[in-house]
């Protein structure tokens, strides 16, 4: 999978029920810590032994091998690329790097978002949950074997209830929304929200008649 990373979520039309709080932009950011976090839970969960994330904790189903919950507690988004960079091998070469895309397969399309999104202490922390549903079939085994070669992922469908709150929003933003995670055959992450409430108000997303 290549480094590059596109997220489609800038798009959003604010269209509240009622009088919505949270500014368009409050919503974008809240929107990009929530699928950040949930891209990095799942690059940390695949990498062997999985990695520690600050503030996220992650349960499975019995006898299911990929993660089925992940539960925030005051979970700072710009926690998560320290992490990931201690993956990275001292010296770049070809075997290094094949060993470190053995070991994490997403760790550097999920470093990449990260560092995008220039996260910093306190701009984005939450508090909350996300599950998330994988295509039929779906393994640990098979999902890794689709990123190592290079082939796109089946979409990962995220149900999410969680709030962000931090410096980069003008307001605390509760988020209850369905959005779907896929990988493109050019190597791109892409994120559609499907459907959405801003702090208990109904908004349109990109497809929705209005």
């Known amino acids: 999978m290549k480094a590059t990373v596109v997220i489609l979520l800038l798009t959003l039309v604010i269209a509240p029920i009622g009088a919505a709080v949270p500014t368009a932009n409050d919503v974008t950011v809240a929107v990009a810590a929530i699928t950040d976090a949930t891209i990095s839970a799942v690059a940390a969960f695949l990498n062997t032994p999985p990695l520690k994330l600050p503030g996220i904790e992650t349960y499975q189903e019995a006898g299911k091998t990929l993660p089925h919950l992940l539960r925030f507690t005051d979970s700072d988004t710009a926690s998560y690329a320290p992490v990931f960079r201690q993956t990275q091998p001292a010296q770049r070469n070809f075997f290094s790097s094949l060993l470190s895309a ?32 994988w295509g039929v079939g779906v393994t640990l085994t098979n999902l890794m074997a689709k990123v190592i070669s290079g082939i796109p992922i089946d979409p990962i469908t995220v149900k999410a209830d969680v709030k962000v709150s931090g410096r980069r929003v003008s307001t605390d933003v509760h988020i209850v929304g369905v959005f779907v995670i896929e990988s493109t055959a050019e190597g791109f992450v892409e994120i559609r929200p499907l459907s959405m409430e801003i702090n208990g108000d109904a908004v349109a997303t990109p497809g929705e008649e209005r």
């Open 102 to 133: 053995a070991r994490g397969p997403l760790n550097e399309p999920t470093l990449q978002l990260l560092t995008l999104h220039a996260w910093q202490e306190g701009h984005a922390r939450l508090t909350g949950t996300a599950s998330t549903e």
